[in-house]
Structures are given as structure tokens and as C-alpha cells.
């Protein structure tokens, strides 16, 4: 089992850059895939993007490619969303989630993940 805690998000202006993190309890971090994910107001959550239990494989939205990169760090049992070129509809609440996996697999639903934070807000003014 594993505990998740984001931190990082804020109100920013659009264009600027944010990093959320994402602190995991446990000595078992590396067996799991991580995902990031958002919710806005009224709106479903939706998949950010992924990374696989070594780093080495990462999945992302088509519309966040090229601005948003996962990124993590096994020691310290982190792992990081930069966001870069923000817009005003990138404001919703950041979730990242884990999914215990070995493998490459691209995982983009809600119900692939079992374990959840709690979110942290980030906030994009036009």
C-alpha cells in the first residue's frame, strides 16, 4: 500500500510554469506506475499523463505533450509534474495516483489506478 501527497499547485499567471509534486509513503515505491491526472469544475477527471516504475517509459495527453513532463525520483520517493506554458483551462485540481505495475503498460483510466492523493489546486489567470 502506498500514500500519496501532491503539493506545489498555486494560482499563476498564464504562460508561467508550475511544479506540482507528489511525496509517496512506503519503501515499495519503484513497483509502481504513476499517473497524474485532473479534475476541473464540472468536469470529469481526466489522465495528464504516466510514468512507468523506472522512469523510462512516459505516456501524455495529446495536449500536453510538449508543455507538461513527468518526471521521478525512486530514492526519494517522489515524483514531479513540470508544467510549462500554462493556459487558463489548465486550471482544475492535479491528482497523482499509483498503480503497483512492472510493466510499460500505458495506463490512462481512473479505475487502472487503486491508490489516490487528495489534489492540490492550481489556478490559471488570463
Known amino acids: 500500500q502506498v500514500q500519496l501527497v501532491e503539493s506545489g499547485g498555486r494560482l499563476v499567471q498564464a504562460g508561467g510554469s508550475l511544479r506540482l509534486s507528489c511525496a509517496a509513503s512506503?519503501?515499495?515505491?519503484?513497483?509502481?506506475?504513476m499517473g497524474w491526472f485532473r479534475q476541473a469544475p464540472g468536469k470529469e477527471r481526466e489522465f495528464v499523463g504516466t510514468?512507468?516504475?523506472?522512469?523510462?517509459?512516459?505516456y501524455y495527453t495529446d495536449s500536453m505533450k510538449g508543455r507538461f513532463t513527468i518526471s521521478r525520483d525512486n530514492a526519494k520517493n517522489t515524483v514531479w509534474l513540470q508544467m510549462n506554458s500554462l493556459k487558463p483551462e489548465d486550471t482544475a485540481v492535479y491528482y497523482c495516483?499509483?498503480?503497483?505495475?512492472?510493466?510499460?503498460?500505458?495506463?490512462?483510466?481512473?479505475?487502472?489506478?487503486?491508490?489516490w492523493g487528495q489534489g492540490t489546486q492550481v489556478t490559471v489567470s488570463s
Open positions: 495516483a499509483a498503480r503497483q505495475s512492472y510493466s510499460g503498460t500505458y495506463y490512462y483510466t481512473v479505475a487502472e489506478y487503486a491508490y
Open positions: 512506503g519503501r515499495t515505491f519503484s513497483s509502481y506506475t
Open positions: 510514468i512507468s516504475w523506472s522512469g523510462g517509459t512516459k
